[in-house]
């Protein structure tokens, strides 16, 4: 344990040196600040680092994470995120990415009991009755957890256009565009869901935010 510690802290060393000899300004250019044009929301899962499966450096992607990529709109870790990366950094493009195999969507289509973290799978639990009809139809469990997992980080895409923030960024400036994406473990490759939003016309009527309302 105390080895695998030390050598963190000796990876970073290395990796200090090897970006300096890259570009001896990699540092100070990023101390100067922050831009990136993406937000990104995706699962904990240590197997889905944003950067890496994507091919972003440093500075390019705006990072939030936790159990299953989901969007919770009393969660204010998350608000205070997405408030950050929209009005502040005005990112252009937000991606929830998802991934096949997630153990918090899995634990949500089952009954055990796992503690504290039941109350955050009943979030998950909420999209599986929305689509309860399509999901039962899957009678493979794998295909239809497969599906859940898809279905779930659609869900998140349009909780995020229902929030105040987003609704009203879409209207001061066209932008973020909300995507959804799922990462397969097995291959290392993204699958797009084809769920691009940037305006608020497909929500219900009881979720749009009128423009006079705006402050
Ligand atoms: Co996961």
Redesign the pocket.
């Known amino acids: 344990m105390t080895k695998f510690y030390q050598k963190l802290l000796e990876n970073n060393k290395e990796w200090v040196a090897s970006k300096l000899e890259e570009n001896p300004a990699f540092f100070d250019e990023l101390a100067n600040g922050q831009n990136p044009p993406l937000l990104w929301i995706g699962?904990?899962?240590s197997r889905?680092p944003a950067n890496e499966i994507t091919g972003t450096k440093p500075g390019e992607v705006f990072v939030h994470r936790n159990?299953?990529?989901m969007v919770i709109h009393t969660d204010m870790s998350m608000l205070s995120v997405l408030d950050y990366a929209v009005n502040v950094l005005h990112v252009k493009h937000v991606i929830i990415c998802?991934?096949y195999?997630?153990?918090?969507?899995q634990a949500a289509m089952g009954n055990k009991q796992f503690g504290i973290i039941d109350n955050w799978l009943r979030h998950i639990k909420d999209v599986y009755r929305i689509h309860y009809a399509e999901l039962e139809a899957i009678k493979d469990e794998k295909d239809r957890l497969n599906r859940f997992v898809e279905l779930n980080v659609i869900e998140q895409v349009y909780d995020l256009c229902k929030t105040s923030i987003v609704q009203n960024a879409w209207k001061k400036r066209k932008t973020p565009s909300i995507h959804g994406w799922v990462y397969d473990i097995k291959n290392g490759l993204i699958k797009d869901l084809g769920v691009s939003v940037s305006d608020n016309s497909n929500l219900a009527e009881v979720y749009k935010i009128a423009p006079d309302t705006v402050f």
């Open positions: 699962c904990a899962d889905v159990i299953a990529n998802g991934h195999g997630c153990g918090g969507v």
